[in-house]
């Protein structure tokens, strides 16, 4: 028999696989349902904007094609979006693979990352599977304490710092006034790769424009994602704004055409439908500002939020109530999950089903409070 754990990397050998929580088929089956939504991912509830699974199934003509020009079109029109020239946009098949592609270019066995815990799982666990030694720094009233980030980063010489923002799954946002300061306290030699997978979400103006650092100089990676506030989770759009030159180091570690045709055709229409979008995020700001309403009123204490996910502290056992809500058929994540028992972190959807999870969070409270 081969042993495996002696041929993989000795870093690999050390790691388990990423636990993403039950699947809705275990939940199903468990429960013996025949429906059940999925509010436990953070995935966009309100379907695709407008104009998207018509370009999907238009770019399907070229499926036998690599995807260079529309390769080409997609950083042209994620430029303009976002404030930056195409020489600056690295496409990737999700945020995911390109923290794997920024893990791979900045660290190696002995470098050390930091990472706020508690944040979005990858960051650590790409950064490990590359051999370096994980920094985890506590959140300080469930936000990112960049202070201590930035003291960690000194105290190690850290190669990277991973920031979410706004973070998942606690919801919270960096202050601008912070952000710069932040910066300035790095160590030479530290990179910030800032995650704004959630970005989206907020009004233009509520935005930190970190598209500037990299137009600067500064040493910062900006990464985005079209899973979710734009909905293509299953077709893996993310993208990264990078300095060009950083750029071409990316195109050494990323295999040439790693994004599928109709996943950049989709994220195309995603850009051109502004007024859709726009109206989107109203509809989302109204349906989270009524699920945290619904759940302080149910008796939970949901933290401020700003993308489609509300955290919030309950009076019940987590995983207790996440089991009670699975059995009606609504899954959402317990914090028990990822080390915050006493919490629930609940996706955002349309506003009838936001009625729904608060009328079960209350029926739960009554029956199963402490
Ligand atoms: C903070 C954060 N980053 C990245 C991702 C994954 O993004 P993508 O689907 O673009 O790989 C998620 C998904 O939940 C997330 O919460």
Known sequence: MTDWSTLVVPALAKLEPFALGETLADVQA??????????????NL???????????RDELENLSL??????????EEVAHYAGTVPERIVPGHGTLALIGSLASAFLGPGDHAVVPALSYGLYAQLSAVRGATIERVPLRD????????ARAAREKKARVVWICDP????????GTGEWEGFLDALPEGCVTVVDEAYIDYLPADGRAHRERDVESGRPVVVLRS???FFGLAGLRLGYAIVDEALAAYLGVVDEPFNVNCAGLAAGRACLRATDAAERRRSEVAEAREALSRGLREAGAEPLPAAANFVLARVDVDDLELADRLAGRGLLIRPGSDFG????????????????????????????LRR
């Open 30 to 43: 468990r429960h013996g349902l025949e429906e059940a939504v999925k509010l436990n991912w953070n995935e």
């Open 46 to 56: 309100f379907g695709p904007l407008p104009g998207v699974v018509e370009a999907v």
């Open 66 to 75: 690599y995807p260079e020009q529309v390769n080409r079109a997609f950083c």
């Open 142 to 149: 469930l936000a990112l304490d960049l202070d201590a980030m």
């Open 167 to 174: 973070n998942n799954p606690t919801g919270s946002v960096v």
């Open 226 to 228: 079209f899973s979710k």
């Open 340 to 367: 915050l028992p006493g919490y629930v972190r609940i996706t955002v959807g349309p506003a009838a089903l936001m009625d729904r999870v608060t009328a079960e969070v209350r029926d739960a409270h009554e029956t």
